[in-house]
């Protein structure tokens, strides 16, 4: 049985942030804490027209920047803080996925009597949060309406990297103009793409029987991004590319392609990624794009089918031979990957790790050996290891 | 600017229906008005499923049964008068469309001061309504998840039929079950899958500009529903393809397929059906499914390559010529709806009309001449009046 909700409020197209104001009143929304990350949202502006919509609409707002790359605790605790002393009702993020993340781990935050690591790294669940809102500057972790938030906890050495999937953690609206993206760096846009793809491809590799109508919709998100990235990175600011990747970045993790599936998929990249993240602190989407073609070779053997289908569906590919088809079907992904500017192993990535690295990190991304990842093939400490390896010496 | 919007916590699968005690507890429901069309959800033990599954949670109920195909007001008023008088806090549907259509105007009108029908026929905005939930046992409207409802005013001759699009009108929960849709017959089969496809086509036929996204998963949702539903017709026990069928049902009307298009879609068809089901009690899908070819040929010489398109998405169809691929596509989907047992024309649809019925008819579709039709091509009364003639002398 398949869970689907997603109640965010979207408005998506030309001049969406200038609605900010008015949706929020509409909500009954009095004041907001105003998240963000550098200078990039002051510089192009568009933080001064949020703050215009929310004066406008007689909203108040206090701010809090700052926002890092893989978004600390150490600022999270500071806008818990804030957010309480100011008593707002929404947190409201302005950027990209980590400003996102931060907001959602403030949200949880602001209703929660403990520390708020405990809803991260101890895995106790919400119940409850502020309303999160959002203006979207970067097409790629799809946190404008999925449940998941990322953070990393910087109080400790080595850092911790860890998720929380929570329906409270849906934002509750979400503002999403195509064209905040087009100064996205081609590198950021290559990173984001693969984020939104390895969100569908860890979702198409599940445990269980396929649907085809998900199946399809996957392979949409799949060749909507690789088409449109091309053309982005060719011409940044074309609408038509820019909203294409936006809208499947959305889709990618909102939990629509999870329907009609028995599971949420496998998503054990995801989960080594997060280590090579907080070891390494290296962008998300070119840490997976390192690891992929490793895990596929590895767990290839489950279902060499299910890999043809996916190359059929999205390349157009196909071989007698599913071994094969399988083969050309990863090839295409890893090339895929490099015409975006993205690595296809951990040299590329700019590591190179030594047996003791790779122990660490397997250690790590298994618990210490207690628990396994991925549900396509579930993966041991040593099978951990033996992708880490074969990522790191190709 | 696409405003999507879609907050209804969906269970799909196997089994869902017995949640619903469960899900309604966790949402705070303390007593519900159960609303129920004819004796099928009594006699397949549905009603009773449903009845369990609520008092081992301690949710108390009253029920209305009742519900015809168009459903009407004056079974409304007797459900608002219920609703208020036993003080429900959620209205529960059970059973297809009509069974959810009229659940959420009696949801409007426990909310309302005037009369219901204002909200309809006067087009009052609703400012308020009970939550409403469903348990699905036919994949056709995507009420399930829609804006709409369309009531039948049978206290005025001829009745009227008429719809009213609200966000308050989504669903909170909906249970979908596809096993629920096996003892579907052949012909509701074929209405409902009708009705999906034409939810999507009258999204693919807009004003404004394509977006390839959303142009794909038009297409992902009227392939799967031809390659299924001819299945379900063959073995109305197949799972997967009932799974397929309904799951598409809902996506092709809960807003999915508008996003990035600059307007809400077309939609003549509809109302011009809406006409035929108010005078002649015809079954909706088959409605459409009578009048789609002779729509689609009066407005196709507005953009041939749109069409041409649509075939190429979903029947793999081309022509250099485009007005040549237009009529392919046209006749394919005319083949497809004869091929699940609907009618392609009014005479097949059981109907042989007057110079003055079809007359009576654009009159009323265009209220007196007074409103236009459609925005792919805007269709005045006289437009409308030879649409309705060709469908009837083909």
């Given amino acids: 049985m398949t869970e689907y909700y997603a109640p965010t409020y979207v408005l998506f197209g030309k001049g969406a942030q ?183 491809l860890e979702r198409f590799f599940h445990s269980g029987p396929a649907f085809e109508f998900t199946d399809q919709s996957c392979a949409n998100v799949l060749k909507t991004v690789v088409k449109y990235t091309k053309v982005a990175l060719e011409n940044p600011c074309d609408y038509e590319a820019r909203a294409n990747i936006m809208w499947a970045g959305t889709v990618s993790h909102n939990g629509f392609n999870n329907v009609g599936y028995d599971s949420i998929g496998d998503w054990a990249c995801h989960k080594m990624e997060h280590e090579l993240s907080a070891f390494y602190d290296v962008s998300h989407g070119a840490g997976l794009a390192a690891i992929w073609g490793s895990w596929a070779r590895y767990v290839a053997s489950v279902d060499y089918h299910r890999f043809a289908y996916l190359g059929e569906l999205v390349f157009g590919l196909n071989d007698d031979d599913c071994k094969v088809a399988c083969e050309r079907t990863i090839v295409a992904f890893e090339e895929c990957f490099r015409s975006m500017g993205m690595p296809t192993s951990l040299k590329e990535l700019g590591l190179s790790l030594s047996t003791d690295d790779i122990e660490a990190l397997a250690n790590a991304a298994s618990r210490g050996g207690a628990i396994r990842l991925g549900n396509f093939k579930v993966l041991c400490e040593d099978d951990i290891y033996n992708i880490y390896k074969a990522a790191n010496d190709r």
Avoid at 59 to 78: D, M, T, Y
Avoid at 99 to 104: E, G, N, V
Avoid at 105 to 113: E, F, K
Avoid at 159 to 167: A, F
């Fill in 18 to 200: 200038n609605e900010v104001g008015r949706v929020l009143k509409e909500r009954g929304i009095k004041k907001v804490l105003i998240h963000f990350g550098g200078g990039s949202v002051v510089k192009s502006g568009l933080l001064g027209v949020v703050e215009a919509s929310l004066e406008v609409h007689g909203i108040h707002f206090v701010e809090l920047g700052g926002v890092q790359p893989n978004p600390r605790l150490s600022l999270i605790r500071k806008g818990i803080s804030l957010a309480r002393s100011e008593n707002v009702d929404m947190v409201l993020s302005v950027g990209g996925g980590s400003a996102l993340d931060s907001s959602k781990a403030i949200s949880y935050g602001v209703c929660y009597d403990g520390d708020v690591w405990d809803v991260y790294g101890r895995h106790v669940a919400p119940k409850a949060s502020l309303p999160v809102g959002c203006i979207i500057t970067l097409a790629a972790t799809g946190s404008e309406m999925s449940n998941s938030s990322v953070v990393t906890n910087d109080e400790v050495t080595p850092n911790e990297k860890v998720g929380c999937n929570s329906n409270l953690g849906r934002p509750a609206v979400a503002f999403m103009n195509p064209e905040l993206t087009y100064t996205v760096s081609a590198y950021q846009t290559g990173c984001g793409s693969v984020d939104i793809m390895m969100h569908t």
